[in-house]
């Protein structure tokens, strides 16, 4: 089960995560507060989480079908009933101006919700996110810290900890 280790005020909380259900539910929980344009970084090692956390996401959106990593593929596109949503991953980028050359921008300047693996290997270009969330590892399970960095952001963060406090990984009907 999730458990709030602190929510200090409206732009950050820390989560705790002792399975991989908790983050599959925190995911779920994202989906509930996500909006149009909301731009998403996933920080954390390889294996921590990210596309595990992507898939719960996706799934509470209405996704049926395979959530596959975009890591040898830069994007995978999903057209949902109530938004769009892009899925990066970075990580084999050898330069950030890969990110240029492959033309991504684009994406980011849509309505497209988000969601970015490794976004540090393509800074300075990657434009800045509504929020950030990091996931390490924390015995057998996963600490989640997440961190509001615009105004999207920070409403995001005060309806995914009530949610939270509620013990409920979706809105109410
Ligand atoms: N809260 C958790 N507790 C324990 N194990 C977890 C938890 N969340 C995810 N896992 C496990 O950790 C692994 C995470 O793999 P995943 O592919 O999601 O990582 P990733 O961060 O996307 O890695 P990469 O950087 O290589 O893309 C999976 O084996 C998953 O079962
Ligand atoms: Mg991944």
């Known amino acids: 089960m999730i458990s709030i280790v602190h929510a200090a005020h409206d732009s950050e909380a820390q ?23 909301l731009h998403v970084w996933l920080q954390g090692d390889l294996g921590s989480g ?35 949503l892009y899925h990066f991953d970075f990580y084999r980028f050898n330069a950030p101006e890969e990110y240029l050359d492959a033309g991504l921008d ?25 929020l950030e969330l990091r996931l390490d590892r924390a015995g057998e399970g996963r600490r989640a810290s997440i961190t509001a960095h615009s105004e999207p952001g920070r409403t995001c963060v005060i309806e995914l900890t009530s949610l939270l406090r509620q013990g409920r990984t979706t809105p109410p009907a």
């Open 50 to 84: 990210k596309t595990t956390l992507t898939r719960g996401l996706l799934r509470a959106l209405g996704h049926e079908g395979k959530v596959k990593s975009p890591t040898y593929t830069l994007i995978e596109p999903y057209a949902l009933s109530r938004l769009d």
């Open 106 to 130: 684009e994406y980011f300047a849509g309505d497209g919700v988000c969601i970015v693996e490794w976004p540090d290997k393509a800074l300075p270009y990657l434009p800045a996110p509504d």
């Open 15 to 37: 989560l705790d995560l002792p399975a991989e259900a908790d983050t599959l539910a925190l995911g779920a929980a994202l989906a509930g507060v996500v909006r149009a344009g």
